[in-house]
Structures are given as C-alpha cells and as structure tokens.
C-alpha cells in the first residue's frame, strides 16, 4: 500500500498533473452554453475539440471544463519539436536489485539483476489513471506524432513501443478524456490536422465572446467601472471591424487596455494622450489594413469616445459606425464652430478650400504646431464639422458648406 503512495507520489513528480481551478473564470449565457454542450459530450463518452482563433478563450474554457470533470488534469502543449515519447514515455536507463542471502552466515549469495526502467509521460498517465488530459494547441505538433492518440480513443488503447518487461498496451482508464484545442489551420507553425482524429471528437468551432462577456471579464479580472469597461470593450470591438483584424480575437486586445489602465491609473478619456498612445501601441500592430488606414479609424473612434461615450449615451454613441460619419443638423458658422480652442476657425476655414489633406499641411500652412492642430482638429471633429478618413482630413458634408 505504501509502496503505491510512494510510485504515485514519484508520477506527480515526473508530470505535470493539475488540479485545475481557473481563477476568476467568468460565466455569462454566451460561455454557459459553450460549457453546457461541452460537458454534454465529455460525459456522454466523447472527447473534445475546442478550435478558433487565437484569443477567444479555448485554453481558459479547457482548463474550466477539466476542472467541472473533476478529475486531476495532465496538460501538454503542442510543439514541432514533440516527440512520442514525449507521450507516451521513454526508456530511463536501467536499474540493479542485489539480493544479499546470509542464510548460512559462512556462505554469502549475492544475486544481480539488470532491467530497463520505463517512465510514463503524460499521455500514458491520463489513460492509466483515468485523468483528463488538456492538450492545448495540438495542431503545432507534428501529426504522426499524435498517431499514438488514435487507438486510445477509438479501441481505449494505447499501445507502448516493444518491450519484454511489461505489456505493450495500456488499457484506457474509462473516465480517460482529452480536451483539445486548436487555432485554424492558416496560423503560422500549425500542421494539419488528421482527418481520423478529428473523426473521434467532438468539434466546437469557437467565435470571440460576445460583449457582455468581454464586459463582465474587464469588470471581474480589473475591478473595472462598468462603462469604462464597455467603452474598451466596444472600441477594441468596432477597431476590429474596421481593420478586417479577424486573425486574433479583439478579447486579449481589451484585456491588455483595461490592464494597463487599471495598473497605472490612466483615464479612459479621448483627451488623454496616454489612453491614445496605449489603444494604439495594443491595437496597431493587429490590423490587417496599411498602418495610414487603421491609424485613422483609430484615431476616428477615439475621437468620438467622447464624455458622453461613457456616459448615459454609451449605448447609442458606441453603436456608430466609424464608416458611416452622422449626419450633423445644419447650423451657422457661429453657432456650429463656437470656437472653443485656438486655431479651430482657422482650421475649419482653411479645410473649406483644401480637401482631404493630412495634419502635416495643416501644420505648414497655419504655422501650428502639431498639438494646437490636433486639438483643433479634435474640437471640429467632435462637432461632426470635420472627418477623419485614411489619415486625410475633409470638411463634413453635413456641416457649414
Ligand atoms: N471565461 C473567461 N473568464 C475569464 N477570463 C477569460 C475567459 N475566457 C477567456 N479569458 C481570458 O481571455 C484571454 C484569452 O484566453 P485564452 O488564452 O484562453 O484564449 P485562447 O483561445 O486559448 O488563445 P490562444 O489560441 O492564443 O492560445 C486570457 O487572458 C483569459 O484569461
């Protein structure tokens, strides 16, 4: 019985088994379904594929439902480099046993005896011992080394390489399960992935949270305002959109916002320069749009995250889309303009005869810098006089003209 203990304790060891709990794991409607038909399948017998780009949950859903499973989780992750002994297990060298016989105390009897030691990996361990095995992006490695996965979940046996001092096959624990996740096949180091494994599990196709989710993530990991949360949530979403950045799910975009603003207390305002500075450094880079376009959504969005955007009329003014600019109510030169920071008539003025020009002419032509012409520029298009598109600026149709 002890020895038992003990050649347990040495596989927690030598693999990594979790007990997994995520923490601050976040249950909405949209992630209770995923959760409910997961579960359905896994307890019905069935093993399971998470698949979907990356960001939109899978390893964090894996780790919850092998936690629901309730049994202890061996996780592995794919990797070109993986091997199938990295599986299954490996021979270790060898080990000696000597037996010392001292029956006849003038007499010593020593025995030797050499054998090869094998060491289970992850893999074997699960299907022994009946533990659920998340295997977390499984398409990085290289199919034939998830071969050995066939049998083991169609005939529930999982066949070792030859050896004479144990069986060949491990007999697949029943409550054995295997969470997969993938990201689709046109990612970057992702092979293909066999038809056959694919033909023993269940596939879920993944799509990024919908916003209440990602709302109540921002609000539950950061402590954030709930309408912090939802103006972050709503400009990373719409700044997808627009930049066709449907690679990656805007979920881990948002995270990475709230985040730093949380850590260094930056307000979530379109007059602070380092909110823009922040959207721009954790948003840029993933448009798959030229940096010129998506800088200008971007910089459109953020300007429209106005006061209100947060406020009462959060619903409403995040709900407009950056391509369709509103239409403003005709006013008159005075009362539309109201000047209310230098240089914004000016502006105004000199956009009238010069249509779609970058900030740079505006600079050149004014003699301002490029701090009073952004903020003029700000001012008018927060006014709906002036527009801002591929980094170009046009005096609005619906305006003074
Ligand atoms: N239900 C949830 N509750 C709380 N946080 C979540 C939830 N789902 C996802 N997240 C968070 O979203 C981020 C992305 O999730 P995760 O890493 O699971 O995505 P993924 O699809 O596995 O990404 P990749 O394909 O790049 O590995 C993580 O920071 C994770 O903590």
Redesign the pocket.
């Known amino acids: 019985m002890f020895l038992g203990y003990l050649v347990c304790f040495a596989f927690f060891l030598l693999t990594i088994v979790l007990q997994t709990r995520p923490k601050?794991?976040?249950?909405t409607p949209f992630?209770d379904r995923l959760v409910t038909r997961s579960l359905r399948y896994l307890r019905s017998g069935f093993s399971i594929h998470l698949r979907?780009p990356?960001?939109?949950?899978?390893?964090?859903?894996a780790l919850?439902l092998a936690d629901l499973l309730n049994r202890p989780t061996v996780l592995i992750f794919g990797d070109e480099q993986l091997k199938s002994s990295d599986l299954i297990g490996t021979q270790s060298g060898y080990h000696r046993k000597q037996v010392v016989d001292r029956f006849i105390h003038s007499v010593v009897k020593i025995e030797d005896e050499f054998g090869e030691n094998w060491l289970d990996s992850r893999l074997t361990l699960a299907c022994r011992e009946g533990f659920t095995l998340v295997y977390?992006?499984f398409n990085r490695s290289r199919p034939e080394v998830n071969n050995v996965l066939l049998s083991a979940l169609e005939e529930k046996l999982l066949v070792l390489p030859p050896n004479i001092q144990r069986s060949e096959y491990v007999r697949v624990h029943p409550e054995f399960r295997v969470i997969f996740?993938s990201?689709p096949a046109e990612y970057c180091g992702i092979h293909d992935t066999q038809d056959a494994l694919v033909d023993r599990l269940v596939t879920i196709e993944?799509e990024e949270?919908d916003e209440l989710?990602e709302i109540e993530?921002l609000v539950?990991?950061y402590s954030f305002d709930r309408r912090d949360a939802e103006t972050i949530v709503r400009l990373v979403k719409r700044f997808h959109q627009e930049t066709e950045s449907d690679k990656t799910s805007g979920?881990?975009s948002a995270?990475a916002i709230a985040k730093i603003c949380q850590v260094h207390d930056i307000p979530i305002r379109s007059d602070c320069e380092a909110f823009r500075d922040l959207c721009g450094d954790v948003l840029l880079s993933r448009a798959a749009i030229s940096l010129s376009k998506a800088q200008g959504y971007l910089d459109a969005l953020l300007d429209r995250l106005t006061p209100e955007m947060t406020g009462e009329n959060a619903d409403r003014a995040a709900d407009i889309p950056v391509k369709n600019q509103p239409e403003s109510p005709r006013k008159s030169p005075e009362e539309a303009i109201a000047p209310t920071v230098a240089y914004e008539l000016e502006i105004y003025d000199y956009l009238q005869h010069n249509h779609g020009v970058r900030v740079s002419a505006i600079e050149s032509a004014l003699g301002i810098d490029r701090v009073e012409a952004v903020r003029g520029l700000r001012s008018l298009i927060q006014k709906g006089l002036v527009v801002h598109k591929d980094a170009r600026l046009y005096v609005s149709s619906s305006g003074l003209d």
Request: proline content about 4%; charged content about 20%.
């Open positions: 601050g794991f976040v249950n992630i979907g990356a960001g939109t949950g899978k390893t964090t859903l919850h977390d992006e996740t990201n993944l949270p989710s993530m539950c990991k979920l881990r995270l």
